[in-house]
C-alpha cells in the first residue's frame, strides 16, 4: 500500500449549508451539497445524517445517483409515512436495499424537523459521484419537503 492509497482511505465529508427544498414535485432532484467523489472499484463506508421537513401526506423520498454499475447495500432508520402525526419511537421504520436508486419514504409527521440515518457499503462501478436525491412521497400544491442545514454525508473508502 503506498502513500497516495493510504491518503485516499481518509474520510471525506460533505456538509450542507444551506436548506434546499423540492415544492409540489415527485420527481428526484439531486441535492446541491450532499455528493462526494467516488473512485471505479473503491468500495466505501458511508453514512448520511438527513434533517428534513415535509407535510403529514406529502413526505420525502430520497434515493442516490451513483455510478453505473454500482453495487452494495444500504440500511436506514427514519420516521414512518403511515404513523400520521406521531413523532416517537413507535413511529420509526427500519429499510435495506441493495439498490441506492430505491426510494425510501420518511415520514411527514406534521411538518415539524425530523432526522433519519442511514448506512451503506458501496461499490463503485465507475468513477464519479454519490449523490442523494429527494423529493415529495405525494406532490402537493404550495407543498415542500425539505433537505436542511447541516444534514451530512461521510464516505470513508475501505479498499
Known amino acids: 500500500?503506498?502513500?497516495?492509497?493510504?491518503?485516499?482511505?481518509?474520510?471525506?465529508?460533505?456538509?450542507?449549508?444551506?436548506?434546499?427544498?423540492?415544492?409540489?414535485?415527485?420527481?428526484?432532484?439531486?441535492?446541491?451539497?450532499?455528493?462526494?467523489?467516488?473512485?471505479?472499484?473503491?468500495?466505501?463506508?458511508?453514512?448520511?445524517?438527513?434533517?428534513?421537513?415535509?407535510?403529514?401526506?406529502?413526505?420525502?423520498?430520497?434515493?442516490?445517483?451513483?455510478?453505473?454499475?454500482?453495487?452494495?447495500?444500504?440500511?436506514?432508520?427514519?420516521?414512518?409515512?403511515?404513523?400520521g402525526a406521531v413523532v416517537d419511537l413507535s413511529a420509526m421504520q427500519s429499510r435495506v436495499s441493495g439498490a441506492f436508486n430505491t426510494e425510501f419514504t420518511l415520514g411527514g409527521a406534521g411538518g415539524s424537523h425530523k432526522v433519519a440515518f442511514e448506512r451503506f457499503l458501496l461499490v463503485a462501478g465507475g468513477d464519479g459521484n454519490i449523490t442523494l436525491q429527494f423529493a415529495e412521497n405525494t406532490a402537493g400544491a404550495g407543498t415542500s419537503a425539505t433537505v436542511l442545514t447541516n444534514s451530512h454525508l461521510v464516505l470513508k473508502r475501505v479498499s
Open 1 to 83: 500500500m503506498d502513500a497516495a492509497l493510504l491518503a485516499s482511505m481518509l474520510p471525506i465529508e460533505a456538509i450542507k449549508s444551506a436548506d434546499q427544498s423540492v415544492t409540489n414535485s415527485t420527481t428526484l432532484t439531486n441535492d446541491t451539497e450532499l455528493k462526494l467523489p467516488v473512485v471505479s472499484g473503491a468500495t466505501y463506508r458511508g453514512e448520511l445524517v438527513l434533517y428534513y421537513v415535509a407535510p403529514t401526506g406529502n413526505d420525502l423520498d430520497y434515493a442516490w445517483s451513483v455510478p453505473t454499475d454500482s453495487g452494495g447495500r444500504r440500511g436506514m432508520i427514519g420516521p414512518d409515512p403511515t404513523t
